[in-house]
């Protein structure tokens, strides 16, 4: 069984997507053997009011009937967006959202923004989990009109220690950070802390090429598979967990890194 945890509905301005809505990803998801998907909607990124996105992703699974209980949906909040509280209670009441996806690059707010702190510490008391991205594209191929965080510009990529801000203020809420993509070194105090965080890592960041030596250094707990579909492909994250060596991880892990990890999670 394969959970994916890091998939999208929607558009990006700058680029041509393909499966880009919930019946075409369900194909996919067919296609390569994944039975649940974690899903968001990429407008959320782009609009004013993240609501709009929510409510096209609620409306878009209300078609589907019995494929809806494939998709597990997470809201897009933007928490320095005026009346966020009643998006995110909307998204959970109504909605049936398990997960707050935030877009702090996007959205123009730091890390540490009180906004994001109440926001966060919402959801840690609704039990949801909150994700962070690295990046969401390659950003050397980046369009003009999109954000100007290429590593040489006084915003670079993210890396761990951008988003252990957040994790620092809010030590008990649940995180899941994905696509990851740069270093995730920290300093002794705050790795010690790291390591004792509610952190669930997805599969489809350049960084997780070396995944047998993450899950000695970080724990096999810790990582789940991801896609990052439709931006990103569905074999990647796969054969990072299926080409582990027997000595990095046992049939046991493999299928914690499959679901198991993501159903224990997300309480499936």
Not at 73 to 101: H, S
Not at 128 to 145: E, G, H, I, T
Not at 169 to 181: E, F, G, Q, S
Not at 240 to 258: F, G, N, P
Request: charged share 25%.
């Amino acid at each position: 069984m394969f959970i994916d945890i890091n998939a999208y509905t929607g558009h990006w301005p700058f680029m041509q997507l393909q499966y880009n809505n919930c019946a075409a990803l369900a194909e996919r998801m067919n296609k390569f053997g994944v039975d649940i998907s974690v899903i968001s909607n990429l407008n959320g990124i782009f609009y004013k009011n993240t609501q709009s996105a929510n409510r096209e992703l609620y409306n878009e699974l209300k078609s589907l009937g019995a494929n809806r209980k494939r998709f597990i949906p997470f809201a897009v909040i933007n928490p320095i967006y005026a009346g966020w509280q009643y998006d995110l209670d909307e998204c959970v009441k109504k909605f049936g959202m398990k997960g707050i996806r935030v877009y702090p690059k996007y959205h123009d707010y730091e890390i540490t923004d009180p906004g994001l702190i109440d926001l966060v510490k919402r959801a840690r008391d609704m039990d949801l989990p909150v994700a962070f991205n690295y990046k969401m594209v390659d950003s050397r191929q980046r369009s003009w009109m999109d954000i100007d965080y290429v590593a040489y510009t006084p915003k670079p990529e993210w890396a761990l220690k951008n988003i252990f801000p957040i994790i620092k203020a809010v030590p008990d809420a649940k995180y899941m950070i994905l696509n990851v993509t740069n270093s995730m070194q920290l300093d002794a105090a705050d790795a010690a802390l790291f390591k004792k965080a509610q952190v669930l890592m997805d599969t489809s960041g350049r960084t997780i090429n070396d995944l047998g030596t993450l899950l000695k250094t970080q724990g096999t707990e810790r990582f789940a598979f991801g896609t990052h579909a439709p931006i990103l492909d569905y074999l990647t994250g796969m054969l990072r967990i299926e080409s582990l060596r027997a000595q990095e991880a046992d049939a046991t892990v493999k299928e914690m890194l499959r679901s198991g990890n993501a159903k224990k999670f997300l309480g499936l």
